[in-house]
């Protein structure tokens, strides 16, 4: 029967032990010196990140969210007169996509029947 694998959780343990112990029998300049260092790696990993992706996330799920809630507005008061353009709209954005699915499926049909002259 093969041997159970151990966790490492008490090794983890045992070190975090370790540093505690160290940091409680440190001096006080020692002490100074791991905070010093502690802040340089926090200040770069800070740095590494990057902010403008996180505005542009934000911004981008900010204006989907609006969106949303303007969709929600105006399907809960059907009787609104913005309802009739979100209609007319929504119509003419389908078509639009509509458009290039029945120009590729009519290439497809003439790729399929061997009508390409290009192949």
Not at 73 to 96: A, D, I, N, Y
Request: hydrophobic share 30%; net charge positive.
């Amino acid at each position: 029967m093969p041997r159970k694998h151990e966790s490492n959780l008490s090794q983890s343990s045992n070190i975090d032990r370790a540093k505690k112990v160290a940091r409680f029998n440190e001096t006080f300049p020692q002490a100074e010196l791991r905070r010093l260092e502690q802040a340089k790696r926090e200040a770069a990993h800070r740095a590494a990140e990057t902010p403008h992706t996180h505005t542009e996330q934000y911004q981008a799920r900010r204006q989907r969210h609006a969106e949303y809630l303007a969709t929600q507005r105006l399907l809960r008061h059907p009787s609104s007169p913005k309802l009739g353009v979100f209609s007319r709209q929504l119509t003419w954005c389908l078509r639009e996509i509509q458009k290039p699915l029945k120009q590729l499926n009519l290439a497809n049909a003439l790729l399929l029947k061997g009508h390409n002259s290009d192949v």
